[in-house]
């Protein structure tokens, strides 16, 4: 909006005015994107820990709770969702296992593979955290209405897909 500034205007505004030879123009974008990504961490890391978990932990729980019921998936799945290698994914299932969140039982369909699925308490657990965790990406958008997210979002997809491969 015309006449309001924050703190990357003056940022741009700076540098403009000591490097008038640079094109400075791509921080005005993605200079928010990243303040607005520290605070989109601060508050994830909020919202997990009010449940006793770790965004690492939530990333678990969450692509078994994506699966629909019965809630599992193979370790070799769970690698591919959370984009971590077999010995991370090992470790943090076994640390899961632990705390009652996911149980690993044999796979029907392999002798030698395990599904690892949400305990009820895991489930639980995942649901009142992802709750959380939307009433505060909620609150960090309350000043676009929903036509302007849903712009937004359309645009940020159109930056990502390239990136992602």
Known sequence: MPGEHDDVDRIV???????PDLDVTPMEVL???????????????????????EGWAFDV?????????????????????TLVTSGTMTNRVDRLVRRGLVQRSPSPHDRRGVL?????????TVDAAMSDLLSREQVLLTELPLTDQKVLAAHLRRLLRPLEG
Do not use: I, M, N
């Open 13 to 19: 505004s700076a540098w403009r005015r000591e490097r």
């Open 31 to 53: 200079s928010r994107v990243s303040r607005l990504s520290r605070r989109l961490d601060l508050a994830r890391v909020s919202a997990f820990a009010e449940h006793g978990l």
């Open 61 to 81: 729980l969450s692509a078994l709770r994506r699966t629909g019921a019965p809630y599992e998936l193979s370790p070799g799945q769970l690698v591919q969702q």
């Open 116 to 124: 690892v699925r949400l305990t009820p308490e895991g489930l639980r």
